[in-house]
């Protein structure tokens, strides 16, 4: 029998008949006239890289001869070499039969003819192509015959080697004819000797088809293209990084803004660019929450939509005073009428609590299409363009990487598009919510946060301390700090504008102070809050 191993490339089973393998042993052979098998093989290496051979074997009398070729051949630990044998036909008493992974040629005694074509077996090499055909014999073998004809007559013996393995010599009856046509011929091949040539032609002689999967050619091996997709990949993640640095680098720097206006002998609050209080929790985190819905509902009694009644010590109800108008922004409409909708003119905080009653989402949703409408948000669907786009990634990827690995190889460039969705779902939650506008407005909303936190009520003439007071109250409670607003103010007398008690909160009207207001206030926000919980 005759084991391949590949070469760089190989025009393997070149010289299928020096892998012979006989059911007895043949006679020892004297040296002027060889008895036992005898070999030809006529080889022609097609244009389509396709190795056309014929095999001849004479067995005397009484012996047989069989010759088996593994069409899976280890060429290294980690890696092997595949061949196909095709157009198998075969005439005399011998058969070829091909079954677990081996062709076989089975023959007794006289002649058999054998014709096949072997597939796989080209491969390039720099600057030529080249195959290594290596074989050892586990039998005696009398003689071989060889000859191999290739597209190009430019044909040269790079190595031509026989003998046990690590005791080999060189070929003594090897040539190559000035047409281009290599001979081979030896008598009185023993069991255990090799044969070891290796044939060089010019580049691009044949297609190269060799099937060597190993290290270098696994469907994840690290490849050009592979190297150039995560390349790219890289590429992409700092840019993508980059950008994300820059764009939260943007911030405008928050001056303290004077919320006071002075006009007159009169000190008014004024909001910078008209922010709101709901409009400016939105601006602060990106997003609404039920402590901004609450603030919306404290300046709309502020500003005289809303009668807060106190009814309890933990009880409250809203009661309409004026209808809304178009002083109300989209977002404060949808508050409004959720809160009071149309043929209701009062409704009590335990009312409202009731299940299904208020509608969340549409009135968070309002108040982020708000900030788009005005320009301080990007469009939420363009925000969402790179959470498709990764989602996208991802898939394609998935889909890359299994094709790449059953048919073409490269499945490593699969996983990088695949890493380039996930990089893009990952970043999605980084790349800006605000728009430039958006920015300079938060930078505005933190600079009247910084302004209010600086005021007294001293600075404030008695008769305009409970407006001020109340119109700041709403923005405080967005940034949790109206409990320090309160303090501040509590020992004003709401009275000193010759109304009693706040004009939009009642249940205090005979209070000098705010002391018993500072008490129960935490608690009717908390209660609104409750009313819009965290979905």
């Given at each position: 029998?005759?084991?391949?191993?590949?070469?760089?490339?190989?025009?393997?089973?070149?010289?299928?008949?020096?892998?012979?393998?006989?059911?007895?042993?043949?006679?020892?052979?004297?040296?002027?006239?060889?008895?036992?098998?005898?070999?030809?093989?006529?080889?022609?290496?097609?244009?389509?890289?396709?190795?056309?051979?014929?095999?001849?074997?004479?067995?005397?009398?009484?012996?047989?001869?069989?010759?088996?070729?593994?069409?899976?051949?280890?060429?290294?630990?980690?890696?092997?070499?595949?061949?196909?044998?095709?157009?198998?036909?075969?005439?005399?008493?011998?058969?070829?039969?091909?079954?677990?992974?081996?062709?076989?040629?089975?023959?007794?005694?006289?002649?058999?003819?054998?014709?096949?074509?072997?597939?796989?077996?080209?491969?390039?090499?720099?600057?030529?192509?080249?195959?290594?055909?290596?074989?050892?014999?586990?039998?005696?073998?009398?003689?071989?015959?060889?000859?191999?004809?290739?597209?190009?007559?430019?044909?040269?013996?790079?190595?031509?080697?026989?003998?046990?393995?690590?005791?080999?010599?060189?070929?003594?009856?090897?040539?190559?004819?000035?047409?281009?046509?290599?001979?081979?011929?030896?008598?009185?091949?023993?069991?255990?000797?090799?044969?070891?040539?290796?044939?060089?032609?010019?580049?691009?002689?044949?297609?190269?088809?060799?099937?060597?999967?190993?290290?270098?050619?696994?469907?994840?091996?690290?490849?050009?293209?592979?190297?150039?997709?995560?390349?790219?990949?890289?590429?992409?993640?700092?840019?993508?990084?980059?950008?994300?640095?820059?764009?939260?680098?943007?911030?405008?720097?928050?001056?303290?803004?004077?919320?006071?206006?002075?006009?007159?002998?009169?000190?008014?609050?004024?909001?910078?660019?008209?922010?709101?209080?709901?409009?400016?929790?939105?601006?602060?985190?990106?997003?609404?929450?039920?402590?901004?819905?609450?603030?919306?509902?404290?300046?709309?009694?502020?500003?005289?939509?809303?009668?807060?009644?106190?009814?309890?010590?933990?009880?409250?109800?809203?009661?309409?005073?004026?209808?809304?108008?178009?002083?109300?922004?989209?977002?404060?409409?949808?508050?409004?009428?959720?809160?009071?909708?149309?043929?209701?003119?009062?409704?009590?905080?335990?009312?409202?609590?009731?299940?299904?009653?208020?509608?969340?989402?549409?009135?968070?949703?309002?108040?982020?299409?708000?900030?788009?409408?005005?320009?301080?948000?990007?469009?939420?669907?363009?925000?969402?363009?790179?959470?498709?786009?990764?989602?996208?990634?991802?898939?394609?990827?998935?889909?890359?990487?299994?094709?790449?690995?059953?048919?073409?190889?490269?499945?490593?460039?699969?996983?990088?598009?695949?890493?380039?969705?996930?990089?893009l779902l990952a970043a999605q939650r980084f790349l800006p919510v605000r728009t430039a506008f958006g920015r300079t407005l938060t930078a505005q909303v933190r600079g009247l946060q910084r302004g209010l936190e600086q005021v007294t009520s001293r600075q404030i003439p008695p008769g305009d301390r409970e407006l001020v007071f109340s119109r700041g109250l709403p923005y405080?409670?967005?940034?949790?700090?109206?409990?320090?607003?309160?303090?501040?103010?509590?020992?004003?007398?709401?009275?000193?504008?010759?109304?009693?008690?706040?004009?939009?909160?009642?249940?205090?009207?005979?209070?000098?102070?705010?002391?018993?207001?500072?008490?129960?206030?935490?608690?009717?926000?908390?209660?609104?809050?409750?009313?819009?919980?965290?979905?």
């Amino acid at each position: 029998m005759l084991t391949f191993r590949g070469g760089a490339l190989a025009l393997l089973l070149a010289l299928t008949g020096l892998l012979a393998v006989f059911g007895t042993s043949a006679p020892a052979a004297r040296a002027q006239e060889p008895v036992g098998s005898i070999l030809y093989l006529d080889m022609t290496l097609n244009r389509e890289g396709v190795l056309e051979v014929t095999e001849r074997v004479t067995v005397p009398p009484g012996e047989r001869f069989t010759m088996t070729l593994p069409l899976r051949v280890q060429i290294s630990e980690d890696s092997e070499r595949r061949f196909a044998v095709t157009d198998i036909e075969t005439s005399g008493p011998g058969s070829a039969t091909i079954a677990d992974d081996l062709f076989t040629v089975d023959a007794g005694p006289g002649e058999t003819t054998v014709r096949y074509s072997v597939r796989n077996t080209v491969s390039d090499a720099e600057g030529s192509q080249v195959f290594r055909w290596f074989g050892v014999l586990n039998v005696d073998l009398a003689e071989i015959h060889a000859s191999l004809i290739s597209p190009s007559f430019e044909m040269g013996i790079v190595e031509c080697l026989l003998g046990p393995i690590g005791n080999t010599r060189p070929c003594a009856q090897v040539r190559i004819e000035p047409d281009g046509v290599m001979y081979l011929d030896q008598t009185n091949l023993r069991r255990g000797e090799s044969v070891d040539l290796t044939l060089q032609i010019p580049p691009g002689t044949v297609p190269p088809n060799a099937d060597i999967t190993g290290p270098g050619d696994s469907p994840f091996a690290v490849t050009g293209p592979v190297l150039v997709a995560f390349g790219l990949l890289l590429a992409a993640l700092v840019a993508l990084a980059a950008y994300i640095f820059w764009v939260r680098r943007q911030s405008v720097p928050a001056e303290p803004m004077e919320p006071l206006v002075r006009n007159g002998g009169r000190t008014h609050f004024s909001s910078p660019a008209g922010i709101l209080p709901g409009e400016a929790g939105v601006l602060l985190d990106g997003h609404s929450d039920p402590t901004d819905i609450a603030a919306t509902v404290v300046d709309l009694a502020v500003r005289n939509y809303l009668w807060i009644s106190r009814i309890g010590e933990t009880q409250w109800r809203l009661v309409r005073v004026n209808p809304a108008d178009d002083q109300l922004r989209a977002y404060e409409r949808t508050v409004y009428e959720a809160l009071l909708p149309p043929g209701t003119d009062a409704v009590t905080m335990a009312e409202l609590a009731a299940p299904g009653r208020l509608p969340t989402k549409p009135l968070r949703r309002a108040m982020v299409t708000d900030a788009v409408d005005r320009g301080a948000f990007i469009d939420p669907v363009r925000r969402r363009i790179p959470l498709w786009l990764g989602g996208g990634l991802i898939v394609l990827g998935a889909a890359v990487t299994v094709l790449a690995a059953l048919l073409a190889g490269h499945a490593l460039v699969g996983v990088a598009i695949a890493l380039a969705g996930g990089a893009l779902l990952a970043a999605q939650r980084f790349l800006p919510v605000r728009t430039a506008f958006g920015r300079t407005l938060t930078a505005q909303v933190r600079g009247l946060q910084r302004g209010l936190e600086q005021v007294t009520s001293r600075q404030i003439p008695p008769g305009d301390r409970e407006l001020v007071f109340s119109r700041g109250l709403p923005y405080m409670v967005v940034w949790s700090r109206a409990d320090n607003w309160v303090r501040t103010f509590r020992d004003i007398d709401p009275s000193a504008d010759d109304d009693p008690g706040l004009y939009w909160f009642g249940g205090f009207e005979g209070d000098r102070d705010l002391h018993r207001f500072a008490v129960h206030f935490p608690y009717f926000i908390t209660a609104i809050e409750s009313l819009f919980p965290t979905e």
